[in-house]
């Protein structure tokens, strides 16, 4: 018993191995690499919501307290809710990464969260429908250094339509009401 198995660069080249490999799956969900772009140590976070609705967090420094921008007369940011949103960007993980052909993402009227960090690296990510217990997401970045240490798979993950769990972007995605002191 066994399997053969070919690598993509090696066209005409096959290799047999011993293990039928029997817990081998062709869903990516179960044997993907979850982790993703981290957005770390932010210094702007802003939230357009495709209704017009948006909000901007900011801090000049990494112990900074946030602000929020454009505050109105008695609306107080609740730095804990402010500290939540910005701190998820950190903790991204991917559920799946979704089929090339894969309709009705709301990437089309998406949610956008442009963060800058306090090093100068900039993301535009979109957030799209939520399906399942994930949303559809896509992602640009720019500024990042050449020799961090995810460039390489941030430039991999920003050509694709990625799922991540809603639960990691639950906070970041709040309302501006939401984010206000009670």
Do not use: C
Not at 24 to 30: C, G, H, L, N
Not at 33 to 62: C, M, N
């Amino acid at each position: 018993d066994g399997r053969f198995l070919a690598l993509p660069g090696e066209a005409g080249t096959a290799f047999l191995v011993g293990d039928p490999l029997t817990q081998a799956s062709v869903k990516t969900s179960e044997w993907i690499d979850r982790s993703s772009f981290q957005v770390e140590k932010i210094r702007t976070l802003q939230v357009r919501y495709p209704g017009g609705e948006a909000w901007r967090i900011e801090r000049q420094k990494d112990d900074a307290e946030w602000k929020l921008a454009d505050a109105n007369p008695g609306e107080k940011l609740d730095v804990s809710r402010a500290n939540a949103a910005s701190y998820s960007l950190s903790l991204l993980e991917l559920a799946d990464v979704a089929p090339k052909d894969a309709a009705d993402t709301g990437l089309d009227k998406p949610v956008a969260v442009d963060a800058t960090t306090l090093e100068g690296a900039a993301y535009a990510i979109k957030v799209g429908k939520l399906a399942g217990d994930n949303y559809y997401v896509t992602f640009s970045a720019s500024g990042l250094k050449p020799d961090a240490k995810d460039t390489e798979r941030v430039k991999l993950l920003s050509q694709h339509v990625l799922l991540m769990p809603k639960s990691k972007l639950e906070d970041t995605l709040k309302k501006r009401a939401e984010l206000l002191d009670k």
